[in-house]
């Protein structure tokens, strides 16, 4: 409009700060400026020290869960974020669906699929063990948590899926079971998901985890992930379209 100064885009701004500088200093008169940098410096050192322990208490937590049940566990530490990254990496974010995870443990690739671009409230998480549940349902409140065993998928999954899921990302000590029973999670887990959809699993091992021979399904492994404890390689397998 003629006539009128163009307000110029940083004025509201500059407007908004000087109103909040000048409410800091009123507020700053009540006590002096050290006291509230002290305070801010405490605070920063509080938060410091709980995010230290809460990892602390994920590596103990799990330490323990191994100690008690090795088998089960199949892992002496939580996944390392490189491995965590790898495994999410082959959930394609423009999926529909599900995203089912067995063995989530803590939650280390829970956090990698959320970071992925995968909404909390299309993960379904099944774990055995009840304290790892209980921990889950405290950090993902919006997850579908399923405290019971992953292999029988039919009876312990499939009543929590409304969607054929997008992708099963597994994290279970597959070589404590026998051949049979790793082929048969495999087939049961191609029967919940849309045709052509990735089971992601990771292993310690140099091997396949689920056989190969005689499978209708092509495999991909990826390189060795370096660092994690112990290294590890990520295997997807998906079933062969007819
Ligand atoms: C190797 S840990 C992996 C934990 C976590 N995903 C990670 O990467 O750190 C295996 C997890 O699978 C769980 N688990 C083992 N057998 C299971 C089963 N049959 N059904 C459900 N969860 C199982 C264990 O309790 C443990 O939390």
């Not at 100064?5 to 700060?17: G, Q």
């Not at 089912?100 to 959320?114: F, I, N, R, S």
Request: glycine share 6%.
């Amino acid at each position: 409009m003629t006539g009128l100064r163009k307000e110029n885009p940083f004025d509201d701004l500059r407007r908004t700060s000087e109103k909040l500088v000048a409410r800091l200093k009123a507020e700053v008169k009540s006590e002096p400026l050290q006291e509230w940098q002290q305070k801010g410096k405490k605070l920063v050192a509080k938060i410091h020290a709980e995010v230290k322990q809460a990892k602390i208490d994920d590596d103990a937590r799990f330490l323990k869960t191994w100690l008690d049940k090795p088998l089960v566990t199949g892992a002496v530490y939580p996944s390392s974020k490189a491995l965590a990254r790898k495994m999410a990496s082959y959930v394609d974010p423009e999926s529909l669906g599900p995203v089912v995870e067995l063995g989530p443990g803590t939650g280390p690739v829970t956090d990698a699929l959320l970071a992925r671009g995968i909404a909390e409230e299309r993960l379904v998480l099944v774990e055995f063990n009840p304290e790892f549940c209980a921990l889950l349902a405290r950090r993902y409140p919006k997850a579908t948590i399923v405290q019971g065993d992953a292999y029988a998928l039919e009876t312990v999954v499939a009543p929590h899926l409304k969607k054929p899921a997008a992708a099963v990302v597994s994290s279970l000590p597959l070589f404590t079971k026998p051949e049979r029973l790793r082929l048969e999670l495999l087939n049961r887990a191609f029967g919940l998901m849309v045709p052509g959809a990735p089971f992601i699993q990771f292993t310690y091992a140099t091997v396949s985890p689920v056989p190969r021979k005689g499978g209708s399904f092509e495999a991909h492994v990826s390189p060795r992930i370096w660092k994690n404890l112990p290294p590890a390689c990520v295997w997807v397998y998906r079933r062969l379209q007819a």
